[in-house]
């Protein structure tokens, strides 16, 4: 078994509706999380309910990307 290189230190906190704020290591700020589009048509949001914000998704196919 070989030692852990990397243990991420990130925390997430709802805040209204769909959306979430989720600290991240190397950022000072919090990153938002929600729904947009699409995605909020799939959950029933409405954009005049809530302000749009990238997906869970959007970030991990952007990770993948890199």
């Given at each position: 078994?070989?030692?852990?290189?990397y243990?991420?230190?990130?925390?997430?906190?709802?805040?209204?509706?769909?959306?979430?704020?989720?600290?991240?290591?190397?950022?000072?700020?919090?990153?938002?999380?929600?729904?947009?589009?699409?995605?909020?048509?799939?959950?029933?949001?409405s954009?005049?309910?809530?302000?749009?914000?990238?997906?869970?998704?959007?970030?991990?196919?952007?990770?993948?990307?890199?």
């Amino acid at each position: 078994m070989t030692d852990v290189t990397y243990l991420s230190q990130v925390k997430v906190v709802p805040v209204e509706g769909k959306i979430r704020q989720a600290y991240l290591p190397a950022k000072d700020e919090p990153v938002l999380f929600g729904v947009h589009n699409e995605v909020a048509e799939h959950y029933g949001v409405s954009p005049d309910e809530e302000e749009p914000h990238p997906s869970t998704l959007d970030y991990i196919v952007a990770a993948a990307g890199g």
